[in-house]
Nanobody, 125 residues
Framework: VQLQASGGGLVQAGGSLRLSCAASGRAFSTYNMGWFRQAPGKERELVAAISRSGASTSYADSVKGRFTISRDNAKNTVYLQMNSLKPEDTAVYYC???????????????????WGQGTLVTVSS
């Protein structure tokens, strides 16, 4: 599957952005999906993940209550709604697809088989 992330940009602290990740192929509903981010000089970290059906989600503690992950299997797209953005949210955001790992591994980067190219989010103070 190929993943195309979009929606990044420059926003002031307190603002909002919505990221989208469009997937090619017919098997989108069979993948767990995740959003990761990597800030300059830091390791890539999980931001949020969503199960194949969308019934389960998982968030990093740093974004709980501010970010919402969702998916539309009919459109082969996963979203990340980001509200109350902070300068520390500045990073390149990547979407990823997990083909067969169980939900218990969804927070692990190694569970993901396919990665998008990343979209830059910059939050100014």
């Amino acid at each position: 599957v190929q993943l195309q992330a979009s929606g990044g940009g420059l926003v002031q602290a307190g603002g909002s952005l919505r990221l989208s990740c469009a997937a090619s192929g017919r098997a989108f509903s069979t993948y767990n999906m995740g959003w990761f981010r990597q800030a300059p000089g830091k390791e890539r970290e999980l931001v949020a993940a969503i199960s194949r059906s969308g019934a389960s989600t998982s968030y990093a503690d740093s974004v709980k209550g501010r970010f919402t992950i969702s998916r539309d299997n009919a459109k082969n797209t996963v979203y990340l709604q980001m509200n109350s953005l902070k300068p520390e949210d500045t990073a390149v955001y990547y979407c990823a697809a997990d083909r067969q790992a169980p939900w218990t591994r969804v927070r692990s980067e190694s569970a993901y088989d396919f990665w998008g190219q990343g979209t830059l989010v910059t939050v100014s103070s």
